[in-house]
């Protein structure tokens, strides 16, 4: 393995460790989320712990960066993979 990898790794295992750190610290406080859009409002039955909002938040987040980067991730593997036609260019 190289540095870079070891550190990387490092890196997680901290990360790992504060995340459960604080989940074990936070499960028994819990909140009662509610959404009032003037219009119509939502609240949840019951009060999630804060551990598993923030989890919620951030996959949520980590799935809306996802989808949103993949018209770029295709748009550029669909550049790499033109064929050079010979007259200057590129067959798409």
Same mark, same amino acid.
């Given at each position: 393995?190289?540095?870079?990898?070891?550190?990387?790794?490092?890196?997680?295992l901290l990360?790992? +460790? *504060? &995340?459960?750190?604080?989940?074990?610290?936070?499960?028994s406080r819990t909140s009662s989320l509610s959404l009032d859009l003037f219009v119509v409002g939502f609240e949840l039955k019951q009060a999630l712990p804060v551990p598993y909002l923030l989890g919620g938040?951030? +996959? *949520? &987040?980590l799935l809306f960066g996802i989808?949103?980067?993949?018209?770029?991730?295709?748009?550029?593997?669909?550049?790499?993979t033109?064929?050079?036609t010979g007259a200057g260019e590129a067959w798409t």
């Amino acid at each position: 393995m190289t540095a870079g990898r070891w550190i990387m790794l490092i890196f997680l295992l901290l990360g790992g +460790g *504060v &995340g459960a750190l604080f989940t074990i610290q936070n499960l028994s406080r819990t909140s009662s989320l509610s959404l009032d859009l003037f219009v119509v409002g939502f609240e949840l039955k019951q009060a999630l712990p804060v551990p598993y909002l923030l989890g919620g938040a951030f +996959g *949520v &987040g980590l799935l809306f960066g996802i989808l949103v980067m993949l018209p770029a991730v295709f748009r550029r593997s669909s550049d790499s993979t033109a064929v050079d036609t010979g007259a200057g260019e590129a067959w798409t």
